[in-house]
DNA sequence: CGAGTTCGTCGATACGCATCGACGACGCGC
DNA sequence: GCGCGTCGTCGATGCGTATCGACGAACTCG
């Protein structure tokens, strides 16, 4: 592994370094027989150019930038598919993925954009207020937002569309005769942190109740661990004066555990209470039992923000993109609702 | 934001370009007030060096990549500490991370290396017969192996030490009186895969149940899904003739399923079975019951992975790296194992 | 007090590629 | 048969940094 340049597969080609460099780019019309000299001669060398030249002559580094928060607590909702998913569509358009934690906050950011370390941002995990966003908004590289903060300052944003997803879990209930509805929220510290889509889910589901005229009680905070889980089943079954109670779990950690609580306590999900829950499909078949979701995939989600980022980095390439983007759920019946009443 | 430039540095600081340049690297002393221009010139620009450039002139990019395999299904063991950890190891360093899918296997090395897009490569998941590490073996950059080969081709390998993980959980429960161990293996495909860890515990487990003189029984493949555990469980009751029956299991994903599955057939871990899981602590603490684990934390893999890399790359800079460096295990008693009988 | 050092700075160059302007070789129309 | 546009290629230049050799100044030591 010598690391050839293009000059030596242009003497190998016997042509002009240049016109190696056209053969890549086809920003010029090369003739056939030159051209294959050309590629010839790179893979005799199996050539590769050197991307720090290339960003410094062409400025452009083929590198997406990927600002990623790892839970604090190891809660991270899911981050994988996120990644793999935005990995693999970078390499789909030949370009490479440079990790950055969020920790770095706007700091992370200036490094991407100063040091010409990517030609774009996806950043993910956006707090309602996040003061990241304004930075963002002001680099030299295009950003897209995975989350939908507060002022997206002109970003453009793509998510799950919580909101939808909260009236849809709420109509549910209501079309199967439910008559009260209870919400289990987060742990303090991620409602402290602004953290999104809990925030936006409790409150829509709210102000959907009151359409649909169903009571509805928060739960909140909700910790994670058994005893505090035990302590909300515990609050379930006191609410469950012989209606039909409804819940809505808009966070996945939160509900095998519930669900394992309420089995517990000899209460059959779907025949003496129900429950939906916010969470991937996968989650929720693979529980025991499976319960009704209404689902966001986040490839979905990270698929959408990587098309919005390639049109930004070349606008001509599709069709124009929404500024704010959001996806819309699916709710997929399993187990744990129970059905309508015949009579 | 115009990206500044040394050249535009240096003009403010009223020194020439690579006073600069010396500044930054310290090669050369500089001094006291002309340092502290430069630097004061630095900040009010906001200047950060072009990348790039520096990769071109500098032949290093401060950059470390990192191959990661997704799992077809999901199945990602625990991927993100790892990542997480080498992610905050090399900014600690003043690296940044590359992230590159497994799926595209050895040319994905290629491309790293060949053009020059980081310095080392962490290269994790890696499988008994790897196709990859001969190609590794032979690239112009250092290389680390998470994971240990059949042959490591010269190559550094940091894993958790899982032969010694497994004489732990099978002494532990020899020396609890146990008279007979079950293993319950993973999927077929993991196995096939050469699933480096699930073979290797497999292995060691086999040699010292017979060291210890326990008849040992090996479930396997074990598929994923209700009912395979379903199944598991059912074999584990029937083997369990009225001796003390210790069960162990490798793979974490497989462990809480399987609790679950014993308690609803009424038989209580650490009453009526032993079981011990391999796992982090952490999921073994959270587990309802909190089972008795032998854990190999993720982070102290990844971290002397990132460690012996930085070692590589200046070798200068501490003392001498193990070729394979095992990272010992450690057994945490929790609820999920008979106590020795008291007669 | 002169020869040899070390210190601090500068100018010039190379790194490997993309790109621009130039230019010869053609093909076309009249 | 001559001007003109197009095609295909080349040489030269610049991107921003690191590094090498040089050089004056200050300092050391005999």
Redesign the pocket.
């Known amino acids: 592994m010598a ?1 050839f ?3 030596d597969v242009a003497r190998i080609a ?6 190696v ?2 053969v ?2 086809g ?5 056939e ?3 294959r000299r050309v590629l010839d001669a790179m893979a005799q060398l199996t050539y590769e ?2 991307s720090g ?2 960003a ?3 400025r452009r580094t083929q590198v997406v930038g990927l600002v990623v928060r790892f839970g604090v607590g190891g809660e991270t909702f899911g981050l994988l598919p996120f990644i793999e998913t935005i990995a693999s569509s970078a390499r789909a358009h030949d370009h490479d993925v440079l990790l950055v934690t969020a920790d770095e906050g706007s700091a992370g950011l200036r490094r991407l954009a100063g040091r010409a370390l990517c030609d774009a941002i996806i950043m993910m995990d956006i707090e309602e207020q996040d003061e990241r966003v304004p930075v963002a908004a002001a680099l030299s590289v295009p950003v897209v937002l995975i989350g939908v903060p507060a002022d997206p300052a002109g970003l453009h944003c793509v998510d799950l569309d919580f909101e939808a997803a909260a009236r849809m879990a709420v109509d549910e209930l209501a079309d199967t005769g439910h008559d009260e509805i209870v919400v289990v929220g987060y742990t303090a510290a991620a409602m402290e942190r602004g953290l999104n889509f809990v925030v936006r889910v409790l409150r829509s589901v709210r102000e959907h109740g009151q359409v649909r005229g169903l009571p509805l009680t928060v739960i909140e905070p909700v910790e994670r661990g058994r005893e505090a889980i035990a302590k909300v089943a515990d609050q379930l079954l006191a609410r469950r004066t012989g209606g039909r109670l409804g819940v809505v779990v808009p966070h996945s950690d939160t509900i095998v555990p519930l669900l394992n609580a309420l089995r517990k306590r000899d209460v059959v999900p779907g025949r003496d209470i129900s429950l939906i829950g916010l969470s991937t499909d996968r989650e929720a078949e693979q529980s025991d039992p499976p319960y009704t979701n209404v689902s966001g995939e986040p490839r979905d989600v990270s698929r959408r923000a990587m098309e919005t980022l390639f049109w930004l980095l070349d606008p001509t390439s599709g069709v124009e993109r929404p500024a704010i983007d959001l996806v819309a759920p699916r709710l997929t019946r399993r187990t744990t609702v129970m059905p309508t009443p015949s009579n």
């Open positions: 690391a340049t293009s000059k016997g042509v002009s370094q240049s016109t460099s056209y890549m780019t920003k010029r019309p090369i003739s027989p030159t051209r150019p050197h030249a290339r410094l002559a062409g």
